[in-house]
Every structure is written in C-alpha cells, then in structure tokens.
C-alpha cells in the first residue's frame, strides 16, 4: 500500500486549494480514508474521515462548511477540496488509509488509527 499526497501551496486567505492522494497497491473504494494536519507546535488532529462501518464522512468542527472529501475511484485518489482558507488552516497535510471494517470514521478522526499513511503536503495560508 503507497499513498502520495500532492497539491500543497501556498494560499491567501479565503482562496481554496485541492489536495489529492494517489493510491496503489490496493482498491481504495474498499479502505476508510482520511485527511489529517499538523501545525508546527502542535498535534496532529483529524480533518475529514470515512469509515468503512458506517460510510459516514465526518469533518472537524474547524473546517464544516469549508473542506470536502471525496474520492474518484476510477483513479484510485482521494481528495480533499479545501474552501474559504484561512491562516489556521496552515499545516502539513496527510492522508491515510485503513482496511479495517470496523471503525465509524469519526472513530479516526478523534483517534487518527490508520494503518497507511502518506507523506505530507505543506498548506501555507498567508497575504
């Protein structure tokens, strides 16, 4: 299982960005997915995730509204279509996948237990 993330930049405030995640090795539409950040000096926190469980997606209270995740099966990739940017939304970017059927993807993204992890993008959000 690979996972490589691409699409980080640098943004201004209120612009948007699309992160992508190109899966290999593996059917992506069989895993739960999820985006996660890092902001430097701080922990890393879940942004958006899909359990196989229950098929939910689940977002961060910090960017309802504002980040979707999708994904384009036909490539194998994930995405995550980032709105309304704010600086605090300045992170490195991660995805991950997990084939566990168990788990709700709120489950990841209070808990960010993934098994596949890719490297992160740098999301700058600044004038």
């Known amino acids: 299982v690979q996972l490589q993330a691409s699409g980080g930049g640098l943004v201004q405030p209120g612009g948007s960005l699309r992160l992508s995640c190109a899966g290999s090795?593996?059917?992506?539409?069989?895993?739960?997915v999820g985006w996660f950040r890092q902001a430097p000096g701080k922990e890393r926190e879940g942004v958006s995730c899909?359990?196989?469980?229950?098929?939910?997606?689940y977002y961060a209270d910090s960017v309802k509204g504002r980040f979707a995740i999708f994904r384009e099966h036909s490539k194998n990739t994930m995405y995550l279509q980032m709105s309304r940017l704010k600086p605090e939304d300045t992170a490195v970017y991660y995805c991950?996948?997990?084939?566990?059927?168990?788990?709700?993807?709120?489950?990841?993204?209070?808990?960010?237990?993934?098994?596949?992890w890719g490297k992160g993008t740098q999301v700058t959000v600044s004038s």
């Open positions: 899909v359990g196989i469980r229950d098929g939910r997606t």
């Open positions: 991950a996948v997990d084939p566990r059927p168990y788990y709700s993807g709120n489950y990841y993204l209070h808990y960010g237990d993934m098994q596949y």
């Open positions: 090795g593996f059917t992506l539409a069989d895993y739960a």
